[in-house]
């Protein structure tokens, strides 16, 4: 049986905002949203999908490399 992810709704909040922000000022992230709407049918789907993406792109940002856990022993 697999564990039940934690939830984290300062996270979430966090992820929302930024997700909001790029909406409004980003235009790639407004063509993004454009196609996940056509795909998905609903805005807050899409949302949804980039707030995932975001959390990837700040877990590679904050995530040690495997290079910097080599150098570090």
């Known amino acids: 049986m697999l564990a039940q992810p934690r939830r984290r709704p300062q996270a979430n909040s966090a992820f ?33 999908c980039f707030k995932r993406y975001v959390a990837r792109e700040v877990y590679q940002t904050i995530s040690p490399t495997k290079c910097n856990a080599r150098s570090a022993s």
């Not at 909001?20 to 949302?47: N, Q, S």
Request: avoid cysteine; glycine fraction near 0%; charged fraction near 45%.
């Open 16 to 48: 929302y905002s930024i997700a909001l922000a790029r909406l409004r000022w980003d235009t790639r992230t407004r063509d993004y949203a454009e196609r996940r709407t056509v795909e998905v049918k609903t805005r807050r789907e899409a949302i949804r």
